[in-house]
């Protein structure tokens, strides 16, 4: 293919579409049926002219070039079905049969009208775009769009890499080696699409530099917002097993770690239920604590506090189901309880210094770094995180296992691991404030130094919330949130 700079003749050519990748059409008798990994259609009583014209959208071809040989009433027909048939559609940029971007729908209803930038006008990617490549192509997108940007010619990926810095039309066709039309063309399609933004002619600055909302909005926390709902992407979504037979799934247990084992106490359950308060009083007087009593937290504290927040209560095999489940004393999605506990344990009457991994089947504590110094890095790390209002008695660091959660769900994966992680809070908090202890949970952690210190690796398991536990000072003031 020769690149569109060598090509003498160029045609400009707009409102081309086709079919996306993978999209195949059957048709028998008076059925044409178009299925693709974005749904299916069936259209019924179509004539020649609309099978042939439907047929030739395998490639990228206009409107015009379409209608050319179709009836007034067969072009309203195809105007109808295209509507239709969107979220299958790409359109297309294109320079003599050379295909140089397509835009294809993330969003069921999505549509844009492509957006020539007026002349002198200053243009950059909106900061939330980002390109990567996905099915070995390079992608444009944003979670501010309702599509994303196919580019499989060199030339448009050289527009979007030119984007990177504030340009004009003029800066960009010279840095792509394309015709000025070309390239008015292309962003055309791109500020239509919202992956690209132009410059306000009163005041040279951006929508996202004066809109307050946006300003407001980190990259990837609108990203993370816009893939992990649905709305806004294509993708798998929810609980699809996409690894079934492929990828064996995660244990419902964890292995646990070699090391020497602490056996925790157990606590009774009557003597639990004489001595709880109700739950609205636990909930009125939950508070975080920073700073921890002069005596410590003790051993049969500690137990009954990870028996009635963590242990697993039950194991099974559902019928029907796909992989092992477990019962917690918190809830969590598709029973995969994904979350683990490691303990660094600075004063605990009863345990030695050290860092823990807590086994949740056998109720017990299994020492895994008696290192003083990473034990150390753990507690300041937590304290730090209190603004150094105290030295914590324990600091848990609270992991994830994400093929646990991501070998059945895809989207939503990682968020449903931060929901749990909220939902483990709340229980730690009341199970502490009910037992008198000094809870606080903490806003963030150094998952890198964490996973090293517990042996980690990063993309298998890795810290997802830290929390604080201690002895109660008495009186503590009500007012730390």
Not at 271 to 277: E, L, Y
Request: proline share 8%.
């Amino acid at each position: 293919m020769n690149p569109p700079t060598a090509i003498a003749d160029i045609t400009m050519i707009d409102n081309v579409m086709r079919l996306r990748t993978g999209v195949e059409i059957e048709h028998d008798a008076d059925l044409l049926t178009l299925t693709g990994a974005h749904g299916s259609f069936t259209l019924r009583n179509m004539s020649d002219g609309l099978v042939s014209a439907m047929r030739r959208l395998h490639r990228a071809v206009p409107l015009s070039e379409l209608n050319s040989s179709l009836t007034d009433h067969e072009r309203h027909q195809l105007q109808r079905i295209l509507a239709r048939l969107n979220k299958l559609l790409a359109r297309c940029v294109v320079i003599d049969d050379t295909e140089l971007m397509s835009l294809e729908p993330t969003a069921p209803d999505a549509t844009y009208h492509p957006s020539p930038p007026r002349p002198g006008a200053r243009l950059r990617l909106s900061k939330f775009s980002f390109a990567r490549s996905r099915d070995d192509l390079l992608v444009l997108e944003s979670p501010l769009a309702h599509h994303r940007a196919l580019l499989p010619h060199p030339a448009a990926g050289a527009v979007v890499a030119a984007l990177g810095t504030t340009s004009g039309a003029i800066e960009l066709a010279d840095a792509a080696g394309l015709p000025l039309p070309v390239v008015h063309n292309l962003l055309a399609h791109l500020i239509g699409a919202n992956l690209v933004e132009v410059d306000d002619p009163e005041s040279g600055r951006f929508a996202s530099e004066t809109d307050n909302a946006l300003r407001q909005w980190d990259f990837h926390d609108l990203l993370f917002h816009s893939r992990s709902r649905s709305g806004r992407t294509d993708d798998p979504h929810g609980g699809v097993f996409s690894y079934l037979g492929d990828i064996p799934p995660h244990p419902a247990i964890k292995p646990p770690p070699n090391g020497p084992a602490v056996q925790l106490p157990r606590p009774s359950w009557r003597d639990i239920a004489d001595r709880d308060p109700q739950l609205s009083t636990v909930m009125e007087q939950r508070v975080s604590i920073r700073e921890h009593a002069t005596l410590p937290i003790d051993l049969d504290q500690l137990g009954e506090f990870l028996y009635r927040v963590a242990r697993v209560r039950t194991r099974s095999w559902p019928d029907g189901a796909h992989y092992e489940t477990t019962t917690r004393p918190y809830p969590g999605g598709g029973a995969a309880y994904e979350l683990e506990f490691y303990l660094a344990v600075h004063r605990c009457d009863g345990l030695r210094q050290g860092i823990y991994y807590y086994d949740p089947l056998e109720h017990r504590l299994i020492l895994i770094n008696d290192n003083e110094s990473d034990c150390r890095t753990i507690l300041d790390d937590a304290s730090a995180a209190t603004a150094f209002q105290g030295n914590p008695d324990i600091a848990i660091t609270i992991t994830s296992r994400f093929g646990r959660l991501s070998w059945k769900y895809r989207g939503i994966a990682y968020a449903l691991t931060l929901r749990h992680v909220g939902v483990l809070y709340q229980s730690m908090y009341l199970v502490a404030t009910a037992m008198g202890l000094a809870p606080c949970a903490i806003g963030s952690g150094n998952s890198d130094a964490a996973g090293r210190i517990l042996r980690l690796n990063y993309t298998e398991e890795s810290p997802v919330g830290e929390f604080v536990l201690g002895s109660r000072p008495h009186p503590h003031a009500p007012d730390t949130d």
